[in-house]
DNA sequence: GCACTTTATGTTTTT
DNA sequence: CATAAAGTGC
């Protein structure tokens, strides 16, 4: 281990009791976790079944098994237990499901499922208001209370409406077998409390902890891993809190410091030597984040030299940002003699994407989005989806009354209105009130038929669905319910054309999915839900990356242009509003120490905003980093632009 | 009663 | 630009 330094060799070694890593940017914390593995695995004798690492994201769980892979043997690798919070609760829940009364195969919710839901209970309220309930259902959930208590504490009306729409919004999930994402961490750790024995179990079985992004955790899922550690205290925990930038999802970088309460014995190490950017990057770094209330001292340093100056720039409006942000990132390269896949084009909010994208498209070059929307959001894949939830789960109402109805086959809203009414008298799924006597009486032949029909297709489907493989199912199912002739009837003929390859490509993942894994339809839906992306294959294209700071924590990159960095966009306007500035600037610190040789940042003087055009100021946080204020480009010259651009390709080539 | 067409509308960040 | 609600034809 001779390639870490004193530090990074103490925490990979340590092992008396809890220990805390506070690993600043860069610092080299995955390579302390990937290693502190493989010391348990091979000098400890710790099977790696019994070690599980904690991830914030599917992506950095998955680099994370691979990077143990490179240490240990595939096999050893693969039986590690690497996840999200998320994915290791759902996994436990899975497994004592009837304990909390529960199928095994209950349905995830993501927030546009529940958002849905809500629309669906309280038709009468407006947009805003649900959205606000929806803020402070997720806010009781993570401090553990029930609607009940929620109703008792509740201080002012919007509080009390939030609660009784708590409390209704419970009854539905649980009447459609159906967890939202807050509740993969709160059931089990109310199942641990409840359930000693059940706790117990999995100490047993969880034998060492690790937690990548600690920083990011909330108040519940730091109950889950007390819960998981137990008596024997075996965890590592590393973070770092100048990087909590999820505190709208009840992340609180207190955490770190009840840490220290809470275990006595903590052992807090940290890491500040940084193996990632230049001086004149960090400098920037550390300037702006002194501008926050810190909870640990910490001042980054490195080796690697000046560097390059941070370059801040200013523009006409949005479109010009993206044209000579573009511009400036192509010369670079040529001169540079780089590959696009060195630079990042990093952004507060998924809309402000879009300009860079079509000035990248102009240009012919390539790029690739990460963020922003899901592949799993699109239409076409969670109308079939909707088919498979209800395979594995037939209470989940939304999933039949979206299969139910797409393609139309006859069943309108009239037939629907009835059969819930029906369903809500005989406290029955849509499903299985669907196949009753009593409601064929209600419906007149012409509305029944199509019911009948499609429920008698989905109990077939679900029995193939259950036994057989499932690339045998699959094909048959997208056939039997004629999605692509759907498609090209009621979409222009190039998007039918796209939606239908997505479905396509999704049909292949997934039997892909079941042919390595060995895994039935059925069993496979069960894990998708929470894969927000898919993992495509062609990672190492080389093309630049476009990316929210949100989606950018954990990367690095050689060259990156920070854009829109403007008052009201970052720090962002709610954020003023709210008084959490603080967040904002460490998102903006996030940004900073991606970069490993340089750093540009942009601004616009103004923007398009809905159909006005509105004045942007630049963020104070260029101020407080210390950069030189921003210097008009000599824009709008497209042409000279161009021109240069060439001459400089000319000379390069002449070279 | 069902399916399709038009019109309004709206954007923080993600498991 | 893409979705969601209201409006119109069959």
């Known amino acids: 281990m001779h390639d870490l330094n004193v530090r990074q060799r103490e925490a990979t070694q340590y092992l008396d009791g809890p220990l805390l890593v506070l690993a600043g940017a860069g610092s080299g914390k995955t390579r302390v976790i990937t290693r502190k593995i493989a010391w348990l695995v091979r000098e400890c004798g710790l099977a790696s079944r019994r070690i599980a690492a904690i991830t914030f994201t599917n992506k950095a769980a998955r680099e994370m098994r691979e990077r143990a892979g490179e240490l240990l043997s595939k096999k050893t690798a693969n039986d590690l237990q690497v996840s999200t919070f998320h994915a290791l609760g759902a996994r436990i829940l899975r497994e004592e499901a009837s304990a909390l009364g529960y199928k095994p195969r209950f349905s995830i919710f ?200 941070v370059r801040v720039t200013q523009h006409e409006d949005h479109e010009q940002e993206a044209e000579s942000v573009v511009m400036r990132l192509n010369a670079h390269r040529l001169e540079h003699r780089g590959q696009w896949s060195d630079y990042a084009i990093l952004y507060r909010s998924n809309h402000l994407a879009r300009f860079f994208e079509s000035a990248l498209r102009n240009q012919r070059i390539p790029y690739v989005l990460s963020g922003g929307s899901s592949f799993f959001d699109k239409t076409e894949i969670k109308d079939f989806l909707a088919y498979l939830r209800l395979f594995a789960n037939p209470e989940d109402d939304p999933a039949f009354i979206r299969a139910a109805t797409t393609p139309r086959r006859g069943i309108g809203s009239e037939t629907l209105k009835t059969l819930g009414i029906y369903a809500g008298e005989r406290r029955r799924s849509l499903f299985h009130a669907a196949g009753e006597e009593g409601l064929a009486q209600r419906l007149s032949a012409r509305q029944h038929a199509p019911l009948a029909e499609f429920c008698q297709f989905i109990v077939r489907m679900r029995a193939r669905a259950e036994q057989e493989a499932a690339q045998v199912v699959l094909p048959d199912l997208l056939t039997a319910i004629e999605y692509e002739s759907y498609l090209y009837a009621h979409e222009e003929e190039r998007v039918a054309a796209a939606r239908w390859t997505n479905l396509c490509e999704f049909s292949d993942w997934l039997r892909q999915k079941g042919e390595t894994e060995g895994k039935t339809l059925v069993d496979l839906v069960q894990t998708i839900a929470l894969i927000q992306q898919l993992d495509k294959e062609e990672t190492t294209a080389d093309a630049v990356q476009l990316s929210t700071l949100h989606a950018a924590k954990g990367l690095e990159y050689r060259h990156v242009f920070l854009v829109g960095v403007e008052e009201e966009i970052l720090p962002h306007r709610e954020a003023i509003a709210s008084g959490t500035v603080e967040e904002e600037r460490r998102l903006m610190y996030v940004g900073i120490t991606r970069a490993r040789q340089s750093l540009f940042i942009s601004c616009a003087r103004r923007r398009k905003q809905h159909r006005d055009w509105v004045f942007c100021a630049p963020s104070r946080f260029i101020a407080e980093m210390g950069a030189q204020p921003p210097s008009s480009t000599p824009l709008p010259d497209k042409a000279t632009g161009q021109a240069r651009l060439n001459a400089l390709k000319a000379m390069l080539a002449g070279r």
Not at 278 to 298: D, G, P, S, Y
């Open 110 to 309: 993501d927030a546009a499922d529940c958002t849905a839901l809500l629309a669906d209970l309280f038709k009468e309220l407006e947009k805003g208001a649900l959205r606000q309930a929806q803020q402070h259902i997720s806010t009781w959930k993570n401090a553990m209370l029930a609607p009940e208590a929620a109703q008792a504490l509740a201080e002012n009306g919007t509080e009390q409406r939030a609660a009784r729409i708590y409390l209704a919004y419970e009854a539905s999930l649980k009447a459609y077998q159906a967890m939202d994402f807050d509740d993969l961490i709160r059931l089990p750790v109310q199942l641990f409390m409840e359930h000693p024995e059940i706790r117990e179990k999995w100490q047993d079985r969880l034998r060492y902890l690790l937690i990548d992004e600690y920083q990011d955790t909330n108040a519940c899922q730091y109950a889950l891993l007390q819960h998981l550690t137990g008596p024997r205290q075996q965890f590592t925990a590393v973070g770092d809190d100048d990087q909590s930038i999820y505190g709208w999802r009840g992340a609180d970088p207190e955490n770190l410091k009840r840490l220290s309460q809470d275990f006595p014995n903590l052992k807090i190490i940290k890491l500040e030597q940084n193996y990632r950017s230049t001086t004149r990057i960090l400098e920037a770094a550390n300037r702006l984040i002194a501008h926050n209330e810190k909870l640990f001292e910490k001042k980054l340093w490195s080796e690697l030299g000046h560097g390059s100056p």
